[in-house]
């Protein structure tokens, strides 16, 4: 999002966060549970955390049972917001890509 200056679920080349997922080697995507939050602006986690702790839908998606792991990503110093954060969860535990 930082690199292409766009803020959304969704690539700008169409890919959803579950094409994305898949591509990382998270060999569940698409048999499981996921959700996917998105912010921008917010420079401190915890700022980034009150947001989404506020938000019903993205609070939701943090306190979900079905969700076993979660993936965490930041990119600043670009873009129109400046700081990107994305949160992965997932249903199920998956072995790391090689």
Not at 11 to 39: H, K, L, V
Request: charged share 15%; with cysteine; aromatic share 12%.
């Amino acid at each position: 999002m930082r690199d292409h200056n766009y803020f959304d679920h969704a690539s700008q080349d169409g890919r959803t966060p579950w094409d994305r997922a898949a591509n990382a080697c998270y060999a569940s995507a698409g048999r499981t549970a996921m959700a996917e939050n998105i912010a921008a602006g917010n420079s401190a986690a915890q700022a980034t955390f009150t947001q989404w702790k506020n938000s019903d839908g993205h609070n939701k998606n943090m306190l979900g049972s079905s969700y076993k792991v979660i993936g965490i990503g930041r990119a600043t110093g670009g873009g129109t917001y400046g700081s990107y954060w994305t949160t992965m969860f997932g249903g199920a535990s998956d072995a790391s890509c090689n």
